[in-house]
């Protein structure tokens, strides 16, 4: 299966460049700040927990182990056998970072050796640690965490990353007859079920292995694809779970709502129901369930099943007269059968209730400190957004999957485009979600794909996470108990039916735009009953009414209440966000009527369907008890601020205020970090520091985007936006900056336009004048006309920025001796309106280039002799070459266009190393020259290095990284030519139209390599006629003077190739023998599709 992982983020940290903005510097680097909203660190401690609200549930006990802190160092067991370092990993269990080698047996060999050597004897105050290395894991497997008490940690989330690349074992080989969704009914292995696997294989799996006997033939002679079905079933409630009888005084029910004691079958087994054990207490279905729902009468059958579930903790057995008791009163009536209580069958039979227990639950595993995503090569992460349909179906796999669970957490974790849901559950308690970011999904369509997802999950508090492009942030199929306090999401708190209940949303920052909608939706729409999408939009709030959710579960339940949240919604493009249900002392209590459950209605009528029904008003006796206010910012918290108060309310405390002078104006400056690129726009943070000696207390950041690039959305600061001015000021925990520290927010983009006129608190971000600023401390020069350009490009300083007006500038733009600095780089930015033309060359030319009096080169514009520049923008066209750099190293290329040239478009010669080209597009090169006409083009030919060859007698235009950039069609040569002599680049992320390829000059390939060390990763290649095309990617080994090795080592990794019928080899390694030293190593992870001969002539490495 085709698929291409595009995560466009920079590959070398510290790597500078510098904003079109008036002193706005910036620097390329791996992650994204937590959204404003996401109160990270909050003190979630049982000594700062409120005592239970009079007339509101009990949430006091969410999280792990009922409210107790997540573990720290004295937890952790001393025992060195139970704590498997990062070197241990490497030399025991093979696991090592940025090796290439997949580390799936490795890690799992490291989990089962803890859980055979440690487990058995651990506690929640004894507990294992596997500390992963920073860098990339790769992952080809579900890898299966059942060893209790067990932390897995990494060494940050940005620097340890777990890169999943699910094999053909793992990615499903059933989909829907209309190939749109994992198909589990039509995955089988004897009689099990693909839906025994819900929710589905994951990259980790916190769940038994356990087979039950009844299946142990059935495991064995599974493939290798089918075995896991089996594996859990120990706890499957058809093979555990007993049967009940009636309570006394009573015929129809072994419980009521309310009662903490369950009546079993006088015949039922006892054995695994143990004090301290796990107990789901499980009611069937019944017809006046489903009328109570406001659930029939539809298209869609009742189902036999247990839609009312919920996991205890056992605290009495009897057996001798077959009760169990457990710690909490029941919160829904448990009926005998679903025929019990008077209903009609459903499906002409009666289903048995059951008190089900855990027979193997998986306890106290931790995940913490790492990232992880899912590659996907042949997909663009930019189709990605606002697409709420399914990528690739048959790559639905979750990131972390905790099943039959309890007492476990997730902290301080980043996933980035999983295969569907980042985080799920499925039968599971006391979980602890915190302080994690969680960043977009390949699918997100029907069947209901890419949420934030939990499901049957009891008492788990989710607090500080950041949610971005996933499809929602659900509870459902009975998920009650849990609380989502002080998270930052833009998509929508749902409520997605199947009898959620009593589950507190407060503190949280919603913000729904008005892409974020079903309809926005390319291939695979629908939702997860499988129905189509709908022309309805998604408000912050969704809640499941009966008549709809009944496609996939029934209707969402009771008591579900959302307090203080900062919630708005988008109705319309570029429109504004309105707030919605903004009363922020207010508690809405849903599904409620002050005594009861009531389905929401309007007029008396239940609504059938939440879609366009968002915006009414349920209170007063219509679904939503509003009757309530409460005057603290929590009812869940003591204090959001950080340490608990040590005094009641009512106590009166002294404090010591301490007066301290006001900062200066002019005390903080501005740097931008650009965390990420794609196609159509970009992520950027930016950072304050604070250079006075006395602290900020607040502080606003304002600039302007050129026409044509928005601001999608932003974090950790409150942005207002008139036009194309865009001004941010502090949240309530940035604004107080100490001297000498920073604050941080961020921002997404739509369109490659990067900010101008920055100012912070009315000065220049750099610290200058009034909106000026450039680099790192010089003013800003604007030009309009071509004189004025040269002018400005010939007296250049460090720290300036020279920013282009929309128009035309012919002329001759050759930039001689002006160096920028590492820490005041010299910035040329302009819109792509701003166009450079050259329309020479003209004069006598010397014998090798150099801007020399009397003679125009014809470079569009070239740069000579002058390093740490930035070029952003602007386009480049009908000049003879387009960007030419000359001995110009650490010149950062971003977001230009160069297209109709003579010759190539953009070449680092002479020694140009440590540059970046990214985010930019070339068409239409070698117009005159066809064999000349390379997009891209990395040092120099053996033959001229008499010329360009400058260190040591060779161009040594090294570590160049080309990123994210689309190249094609109409380029005559190769999109990218590497020259001997060339090391260690980086080329990722690229799309390559080979259209129009001549073949002249031998150029008939997308890459030409023949330099050393080059690693091109996750790159998109196609080849359509007309054309002269051999191979996708080459090797040559070319021989030079001083003679070395060429062309070898160089590493292929996730990049997807479409020949067009017409190309050989996707890759094609010109020789072995000659590379023995320094192999070239094409991975399996590559693709090819319309290859003549294949993937490569190599053999392939795993």
């Not at 739509?750 to 450039?774: E, F, R, Y």
């Not at 060390?1013 to 003077?1041: D, K, L």
Request: with cysteine; net charge negative.
């Amino acid at each position: 299966m085709s698929r291409s992982h595009r995560l466009r983020r920079a590959a070398v940290l510290g790597l500078v460049g510098s904003l079109a903005a008036a002193g706005v510097v910036l620097v390329n680097a791996a992650g994204a700040a937590p959204g404003a909203g996401a109160l990270t660190g909050l003190n979630t401690s049982a000594d700062n927990r409120r005592a239970p609200v009079s007339g509101l549930y009990d949430w006091s006990r969410a999280g792990y182990r009922g409210g107790q802190n997540l573990p720290g160092a004295a937890e952790t067991n001393p025992a060195e056998a139970c704590r498997i370092t990062a070197a241990e990993l490497a030399g025991q269990f093979g696991v090592r970072p940025d090796d290439g080698v997949d580390d799936s047996a490795g890690i799992q060999s490291a989990i089962d050796s803890i859980k055979s050597t440690c487990s058995p004897s651990a506690g929640y105050g004894k507990l294992s640690l596997i500390t992963l290395p920073a860098g990339e894991l790769a992952v080809s497997r579900e890898l299966h965490v059942d060893a209790d008490y067990l932390i897995i940690r990494g060494a940050g989330a940005a620097a340890t990353r777990i890169v999943y690349r699910p094999d053909a074992n793992t990615l499903y080989d059933t989909l829907t007859e209309d190939g749109s969704d994992w198909d589990e009914d039509g995955m089988t292995a004897g009689e099990g079920k693909g839906g025994w696997l819900w929710p589905g294989r994951g990259l980790f799996r916190v769940q038994s292995r356990e087979v039950h006997p009844a299946y142990a033939s059935a495991y064995a002679s599974a493939p290798a694809n089918r075995k896991d079905i089996f594996e859990g079933t120990v706890n499957v409630h058809w093979k555990s779970g007993a049967k009940l009888r009636a309570k006394p005084g009573e015929t129809a029910y072994a419980a009521r709502q309310g009662d903490r004691t369950v009546y079993l079958a006088t015949n039922a087994n006892t054995s695994a129901m143990a004090v301290g054990s796990f107990l789901n207490v499980r009611a069937a279905n019944s017809v006046k369930f489903y009328e109570q729902q406001k659930a029939t009468g539809t298209a869609f059958p009742m189902l036999n099943m247990h839609m009312r579930a919920q996991i205890f903790t056992v605290t009495a057995v009897d057996a001798a007269n077959k009760t169990v008791t457990v710690d909490k009163p029941l919160e829904y009536d448990v009926p005998i059968t679903s025929t019990s209580d008077g209903s009609a069958p459903i499906d002409g039979a009666a289903y048995d209730s059951k008190a089900a227990p855990l027979v193997d639950p998986v306890v106290g595993v931790g995940f913490e400190d790492f990232g992880f995503t899912q590659a996907m090569p042949g997909l663009d992460r930019a189709d990605s957004v606002n697409n709420y349909g399914n990528m690739a179906p048959a790559a639905e796999m979750h990131g972390i999957v905790f099943k039959w669970a309890a007492n476990s957490w997730v902290r301080g974790v980043k996933a980035e485009m999983t295969g569907s849901h980042p985080i799920v559950t499925e039968e599971a308690k006391n979980l602890q979600v915190v302080d994690n970011e969680l960043v977009g999904s390949w699918n997100k369509g029907k069947g209901g794909n890419g949420y934030f997802r939990g499901s049957r999950v009891w008492d788990s508090l989710y607090a500080g996470n950041t949610s971005r492009e996933l499809r929602h942030f659900t509870f459902q199929w009975s998920a009650s108990g849990n609380v989502v306090i002080g998270n930052d999401f833009d998509s929508d708190l749902n409520l997605h039916g199947g009898w959620e209940r009593n589950n507190l949303f407060e503190l949280n920052t919603v913000r729904v735009p008005y892409a974020h909608r079903s309809a926005n939706c390319r291939a695979n729409c629908g939702e997860e009953g499988g129905g189509g999408p709908d022309t309805s939009n998604w408000f912050p709030i969704w809640w499941g009414a009966g008549q709809k959710a009944v496609k996939w579960s029934g209707a969402s339940g009771p008591r579900n209440v959302f307090f203080n949240n900062a919630m708005t919604k988008q109705q319309a493009t570029g429109g504004p966000f309105t707030a919605y249900y903004a009363d922020r002392t207010r508690v809405y209590q849903f599904g409620w009527n002050g005594t009861g459950y009531q389905h929401l209605d309007v007029g008396g009528t239940p609504i059938a369907d939440w879609a366009t029904n968002e915006q009414r008003d349920y209170t007063g006796g219509h679904g939503v008890d509003a009757s309530r206010t409460d005057t603290a910012s929590s009812l869940f918290l003591r204090s959001v601020g950080g340490a608990p108060p040590t005094t009641t309310s009512s106590t009166t405390t002294t404090t010591t205020t301490t007066t301290t002078t006001p900062p200066s104006t002019g005390c903080l400056t501005a740097t931008v970090t650009r965390t990420s690129v794609w196609s159509s726009g970009y992520g950027a943070d930016v950072v304050l520091t604070n250079g006075c000696p006395t602290a900020t207390t607040s502080w606003a950041v304002e600039f302007d985007l050129p026409s044509g690039t928005t601001i999608t959305s932003s974090w950790n600061a409150v942005r207002t936006t008139t036009g194309q001015h865009h001004r941010f000021t502090n949240a309530t925990f940035n604004g107080a900056v100490k001297p000498g520290a920073t604050a941080k927010f961020g921002f997404n983009a739509s369109g490659t336009g990067l900010p101008t006129t920055c100012t912070v608190d009315g000065v220049a971000c750099d610290g200058g004048g009034s909106g000026g600023g450039g680099g790192g401390g010089g003013a800003t020069v604007d030009v309009s006309t071509a004189a004025q350009l040269q002018a400005a490009l010939a007296t250049a300083s460090p720290g300036q920025t020279i920013r282009l007006a929309a128009g035309t500038y012919r002329g001759s733009f050759a930039v001689d001796g002006r160096a920028g600095t590492a820490a005041q780089r010299i910035t040329l930015s302009g819109p792509s309106t701003a166009v450079i033309i050259n329309d020479g060359p003209s004069g006598e030319a010397p014998s090798c280039p150099v801007p020399t009096a009397g003679w125009d080169s014809g470079y569009g514009l070239w740069l000579f002799d002058s390093p740490y520049w930035n070029l952003t923008g602007f386009t480049v066209r009908e000049s003879k070459k387009g960007i030419v750099l000359d001995n110009s190293h650490h010149t950062t290329i971003d977001a230009v266009s160069v297209h109709h040239v003579d010759e190539e478009a953009v070449h680092f010669r002479r020694s140009s190393a440590d540059g970046v080209l990214r985010g930019s597009t070339i068409t239409d090169t070698g117009l005159v020259q066809p064999g000349y006409g390379e997009g891209v083009y990395l040092g120099s030919a053996n033959s001229n290095w008499a010329c360009h060859g400058n260190t040591g007698g060779v161009d040594r235009s090294d570590r160049i990284q080309v990123l994210d950039n689309r190249i094609g069609p109409n380029v005559a040569a190769e999109s990218i030519d590497v020259k001997e002599g060339t090391h260690e680049g980086v080329i990722r992320g690229n799309t390559f139209d080979g259209q129009g390829v001549t073949g002249q000059n031998s150029a008939d390939s997308w890459i030409d390599v023949k330099g050393v060390g080059y690693r091109i990763e996750a790159n998109t290649g196609t080849f359509r006629a007309p054309g002269v095309f051999a191979n996708g990617y080459e090797t040559h080994n070319t021989s030079t003077t001083p003679a070395f090795p060429n062309g070898c080592g160089n590493v292929w990794r996730d990049n997807r190739s479409d020949l067009g019928g017409v190309g050989q080899y996707a890759i094609n390694i010109s020789s072995v023998s000659k590379c023995a030293a320094m192999p070239n190593v094409v991975h399996a992870s590559n693709t090819a599709s319309g290859a003549v001969k294949g993937l490569t002539n190599i053999a392939v490495t795993p």
